[in-house]
């Protein structure tokens, strides 16, 4: 973690003072604390939002930052980091509040050094025994985002429903508003017809999930104990989580073994993970465009060609 920001007083003056006054009134109104004195680095190493470390000589917040009208994305982050938080599975900072002034809408979280390295077996063991917190139906209580994509998670009990419509079908529908290949789309389309034919013999159950689980999303303290941040959080199947820790990073050696133990994983998982990749292709296309539409449409190849 690099403390990128100039001094404390340059950046005052950079921001809005109302936008400190009310993280610091969030900070006293939930937990009675009264920032003294206080200094700000901004941070580096957020893709979608402004990251800071805020603090006096006590204590020491992670705060994010961005334009007033996007405070529904922090309020859904907050909602996911708190589900998160309740199943005991696995770390991740708490939540002290979020809120919007002015132009300015932030989060206020705890600061945890990220700074070491995960053990893979803890890793996994935490990961799987959150996929094991379980619900009926698949999606969530409310709404988020997957980087700055909406992500829609309207309960279904149908997995297979869910995954069509709240996930392949919203990107093909911003692949045909974004004007992406047609060809591409067209052959996405006829995938989705065919989707239930890869869960045949296999009944995946509405396990809590991240959602959003890049390598960039994980990290450890100095002790090796694991940390998760910055969730799109979903109820879905738990090789969604574990496929996309493959596509943007790999996971130890240990760490399938180790969270086999606790969650087993189905021998179809190989073929499922490119149909949950897919998912997070399209995304890409539909946010840079540029080769993520080919490699798209070949993934998609592969896909039809497996049923
Ligand atoms: P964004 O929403 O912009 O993608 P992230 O939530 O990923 O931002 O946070 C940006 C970086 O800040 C992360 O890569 C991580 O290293 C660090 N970070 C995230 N949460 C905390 C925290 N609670 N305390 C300290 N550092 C954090």
């Known amino acids: 973690m690099d403390f990128a920001g100039p001094d404390a007083r340059e950046l005052a003056t950079d921001m809005s003072d109302s936008l400190w006054q009310a993280v610091k009134k969030s900070i006293s109104d939930n937990t009675r604390y009264h920032l003294r004195d206080y200094r700000l680095a901004r941070l580096s190493g957020g893709n979608i939002n402004q990251a800071w470390h805020l603090s006096d000589r006590e204590k020491q917040y992670f705060v994010k930052t961005n334009r007033g009208d996007l405070l529904y994305m922090f309020e859904a982050e907050r909602a996911g980091l708190e589900e998160i938080h309740q199943s005991q599975a696995i770390r991740v900072p708490e939540v ?9 809408s932030f989060i206020v979280m705890e600061f945890l050094e990220i700074g070491g390295i995960a053990d893979d077996s803890l890793l996994a063991h935490q990961l799987a025994s959150m996929h094991r917190c379980t619900r ?5 209580h409310i709404d988020n985002t997957i980087g700055s994509t909406a992500q829609i998670n309207t309960n279904d009990e149908s997995w297979v429903e869910f995954w069509r419509t709240q996930r392949l079908g919203f990107q093909l529908d911003l692949a045909v508003k974004n004007r992406l290949d047609r060809e591409m789309i067209a052959r996405g389309e006829a995938l989705s017809e065919v989707v239930a034919q890869f869960f045949s013999s296999y009944r995946p159950v509405a396990s809590l999930l991240h959602g959003d689980l890049w390598s960039g999303n994980w990290g450890a303290d100095n002790g090796g104990n694991p940390i998760i941040f910055d969730p799109a959080c979903y109820y879905g199947d738990h090789e969604a989580d574990l496929a996309m820790m493959e596509l943007f990073g790999q996971p130890g050696r240990r760490f399938f073994d180790a969270y086999d133990e606790v969650f087993s994983i189905d ?29 798209a449409r070949n993934l998609i190849d592969k896909l039809l060609a497996a049923v």
Do not use: E
């Open 96 to 104: 002290i509040g979020c809120g919007a002034v002015a132009n300015h």
């Open 136 to 140: 009926d139906q698949f999606g969530f």
């Open 267 to 295: 021998a179809g998982y190989t073929t499922r993970r490119d149909l949950y990749n897919l998912y997070h292709i399209l995304n890409h296309a539909n946010l840079f465009g540029g080769h993520y539409s080919s490699s």
